[in-house]
């Protein structure tokens, strides 16, 4: 309960936040601008995969794997048997998702997203493997855990 009142208290500022991303954050080419301004400025659309909770999906995924790409560029990482971690993320010039964790890159391309579903490509050097995400359902507790 703790860990999700922690998670909950850093993800609520986030969740209000409708400001553009920083400059430094790259969107997919395939998401231009999708406004204007009061100012006249284009304003970056935001990809379809942020500000969503994703929980891993597959019998491989570790209870409760979840991402939370938030628009300001922070990916919320968490599970019920790890520690969230918080990283940066952005996207290259192809659009792939790139963040680092424990000092390694990870890489990552949207092979498809929707309301329900997000699927990931994930480059590492030992290879690659899609990564399947479901949308999170509320409210969802992590599983008790074998002790």
């Known amino acids: 309960m703790k860990r999700m009142l922690v998670l909950f208290a850093i993800m609520l500022p ?71 971690r918080l990283s940066r993320w952005q996207t290259d010039d192809d659009g792939r998702l790139l963040w680092q964790e424990d000092g390694i890159d990870i890489r990552a391309a949207v092979v498809s997203v929707n309301g329900d579903e997000l699927v990931l490509q994930m480059e590492f050097s030992s290879g690659s493997e899609q990564h399947r995400y479901v949308a999170a359902t509320v409210p969802y507790v992590c599983p008790d855990m074998p002790r």
Request: contains cysteine; hydrophobic residues 40%.
């Open 14 to 84: 986030g969740a209000c936040d409708r400001s553009a991303p920083p400059a430094t954050l790259a969107t997919p080419a395939s998401t231009a601008a999708s406004g204007v301004t009061a100012a006249g400025d284009a304003v970056p659309a935001q990809p379809p995969f942020t500000n969503r909770t994703w929980v891993r999906a597959g019998q491989m995924a570790a209870p409760g794997a979840m991402q939370i790409f938030l628009s300001d560029g922070t990916l919320v990482s968490d599970s019920c048997w790890e520690t969230y």
